[in-house]
């Protein structure tokens, strides 16, 4: 850890904090969720409707090239879904936007129903329930596994003010659970940086569940990874089904084969929008996706 990451650490919760005030000053419409009869915390999703995400007609232009291309597309509450698209199709711009790291030019971006991501930071979104794998694992290698998941939970990336800080109980209970998900138990106690590739991948998403976000977005997840870590990986995603939202970004067939267990939808994106949608038997064999994608 150096002193400039701890500083620009400590300035970007600075300006966190200060855009968090803004977020819980503001009011959102539809502030009760239908069927649960409990007031809603500002800025809190409601997914009373079934929709953890809905995108509707999104461009992104860079220089006047459509990265994306009206592309709409809605993912359930607790769904898995697989997004496949050859090289520039604009899978991960996509994700871009929903994080706010890339803003479009038009459409809309909706987390639950009433909840405008375009209208929010990255840390806000990140704050209201959506977490993002990228696909350069970015763990603190000198820490413990324990100390990475610690850290996350905490929210807070000063290491100083973050490891002196005590868990309670409800915490501890989630990091277990965690470390069980992840299959990282017996390395809780092991520096990060001695880990495989492929357990290094886990411990990042580990550093995420225990944030416990809704929507959990994942770019090319299974890249560099080993036959036997790709079946962990995905038997780990499955295992997170329902409880989360997945979308998933990749290429290994044989990955989005064991994650789709041939009776989930799957999304091909070509050229910034969706060419094609449904099962991955039915879109394997769809004359445009052979053409654009799988017929390489
Ligand atoms: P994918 O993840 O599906 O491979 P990307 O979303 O990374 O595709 O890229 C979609 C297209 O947008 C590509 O042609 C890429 O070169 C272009 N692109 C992505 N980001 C930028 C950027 N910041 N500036 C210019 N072009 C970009
Ligand atoms: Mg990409």
Redesign the pocket.
């Known amino acids: 850890m150096t002193p400039d990451l701890l500083e620009s650490g400590a300035k970007r919760r600075e300006a966190y904090e200060a855009r968090r005030a803004a977020v819980t000053g503001r009011t959102e419409s539809g502030g009760r969720a239908a069927g649960h009869g409990r007031p809603l915390k500002v800025g809190e999703p409601d997914f009373a409707h079934g929709v953890a995400l809905y995108l509707d007609d999104i461009t992104v232009s860079?220089?006047g090239?459509k990265?994306l291309n009206a592309l709409s597309l809605s993912i359930d509450v607790g769904e898995l879904r697989c997004i496949i698209?050859p090289?520039?199709?604009?899978?991960?711009?996509?994700m871009d936007c929903i994080t706010g790291k890339t803003r479009p030019d038009a459409g809309k971006a909706f987390f639950g129903s009433t909840i405008d991501l375009l209208k929010l930071s990255e840390p806000e979104i990140a704050q209201v329930g959506i977490g993002r794998k990228f696909q350069k694992p970015t763990v603190y290698e000198p820490l413990s596994v324990f100390e990475n998941l610690e850290l996350a939970l905490k929210g807070d990336r000063r290491v100083r003010a973050s490891l002196f800080h005590r868990l309670d109980g409800e915490q501890l209970d989630r990091l277990g659970e965690v470390l069980a998900l992840i299959h990282l138990r017996d390395e809780a106690q092991r520096a990060a940086g001695l880990l495989s590739h492929g357990q290094k991948q886990w411990l990042e998403i580990g550093m995420l569940l225990v944030q416990d976000p809704k929507l959990l977005l994942l770019d090319e997840p299974v890249a560099g990874m080993t036959d036997e870590e790709t079946e962990r990986t995905a038997e780990l995603f499955l295992s997170l089904e329902g409880r989360h939202s997945l979308v998933v970004v990749e290429h290994d067939m044989v990955f989005v084969d064991l994650l789709t267990q041939g009776r989930k939808k799957v999304t091909v994106?070509h050229e910034g929008s969706v060419l094609a949608e449904g099962l991955l038997a039915d879109v394997q064999n769809n004359e445009k996706v052979v053409e654009v994608y799988l017929g390489r």
């Open positions: 860079f220089d090239f990265a698209g090289n520039g199709a604009g899978k991960t711009t996509m994106l």
